[in-house]
Each structure stands twice: as structure tokens, then as C-alpha cells.
């Protein structure tokens, strides 16, 4: 019986390291520096004194420090609204040419309207992720309303659309959008 037990413990020592050795090789330090671009550490502590005009006129925006950290692959920024919230102001259609957003409430809420997803209205602790090029609109937020923004790439355009909201699935012309700025 002894025998038998150590021969079967000895196949599970064999099948784990066979798995182990099965498992996806890991790159090099070499192949991963090539990949992407050399990340510096960086701390961004809080100071109100950060926060600064930027993309849009009704927000302000606290830059984390991660677009010169990461050579220009991410962009980190929390974005402060300005209240009160003015509709004919902030309510512009547009879209952002990035690869990935994804956008965090941290206070307030902030009601938005996606192509596709109607209007929603997102609380502290709402998350979501915005697909590259989805038209969207703000259209209205508390007076506390602060959120954090990761974009890829950190440099990106920001098309605002000078038609009304449009269905997803219609496709538009090169003449229906303008490229107004760029961050």
C-alpha cells in the first residue's frame, strides 16, 4: 500500500510540473521593452491648486502625470465640473478618437447620453467604458461631479458633430464632423 501511494503521489508531482512547463512562455525583458513604451514611476498627490482649464470650458482638469510617465501611451486626468451645469453649453454630440476610455465617478453623478445606450445616469462608484468613436453628449451633472479618465492613446482628437443625435447604425460622411481639438 505504501508503494502504491508513493507511485501515485509521484504521477501528481509529474502531471504539475508537466503543466507548469505547458504554460505560455514568458517574454523576455528584451521583447517587452520593444513592445512598448519605458514606463517612470510618478506620483501625482492631491492639490487643488492642480486643477486647470483644458478640453472643455465647464470642467477643470487635474492631469495625474501618467501621459509623461508612460511616453504618451496612457493619459490619467480627473475631470472637476464646473456647476452650475448649463445644457446648451455642455450638450454637444461628439466623439473622442482614442483606442480605449474608460471613465470612473468619483463624487455626484453625471447623466449621459451614448449612441446605441440612450441616457443613463451615472453615480460615485459608476464605472463604464466608452468603445473608440461613440458619439456622446453630457447632459447633465451635479454640482460635485468628479470623475477619472483613462484614455489610450494620451494624445487624441476630440470631434464635435454639428447634427443631431444620429442612430449608431447610421453611417456619416467625412463632411458631417469637424475636428475642433486636440489633447
Known amino acids: 500500500m505504501a508503494r502504491t501511494k508513493a507511485r501515485s503521489s509521484a504521477r501528481g508531482a509529474r502531471r504539475q510540473t508537466a503543466t507548469k512547463r505547458r504554460a505560455a512562455p514568458k ?3 528584451t521583447t517587452r521593452r520593444r513592445a512598448k513604451p519605458r514606463q517612470h514611476f510618478v506620483v501625482s498627490p ?23 510617465a ?43 447620453e451614448l449612441a446605441g445606450q440612450g441616457a443613463i445616469v451615472m453615480r460615485a462608484g459608476s464605472a463604464w467604458i466608452q ?8 447632459l447633465d451633472y451635479s454640482d460635485d461631479c468628479e470623475v477619472l479618465e483613462v484614455i489610450l492613446p494620451a494624445d487624441f482628437a ?18 458631417d464632423a469637424a475636428v475642433t481639438s486636440r489633447r
Open 131 to 138: 468603445p473608440p468613436r461613440i458619439e456622446h453628449v453630457v
Open 70 to 112: 508612460t511616453n504618451g501611451m496612457v493619459r490619467a486626468h480627473v475631470i472637476r465640473f464646473v456647476p452650475p451645469c448649463r445644457p446648451e453649453e455642455v450638450s454637444k454630440r461628439h466623439y473622442h478618437d482614442v483606442d480605449f476610455q474608460m471613465v470612473y465617478v468619483l463624487k455626484g453623478w453625471i447623466k449621459t
Open 158 to 175: 476630440t470631434v464635435e458633430l454639428d447634427e443631431p443625435p444620429v442612430s449608431s447604425a447610421r453611417a456619416r460622411g467625412a463632411s
Open 27 to 29: 517574454a523576455t525583458s
Open 46 to 68: 492631491h492639490r487643488e491648486e492642480d486643477f486647470e482649464g483644458g478640453l472643455r470650458r465647464y470642467a477643470k482638469y487635474r492631469d495625474l502625470g501618467i501621459a509623461q
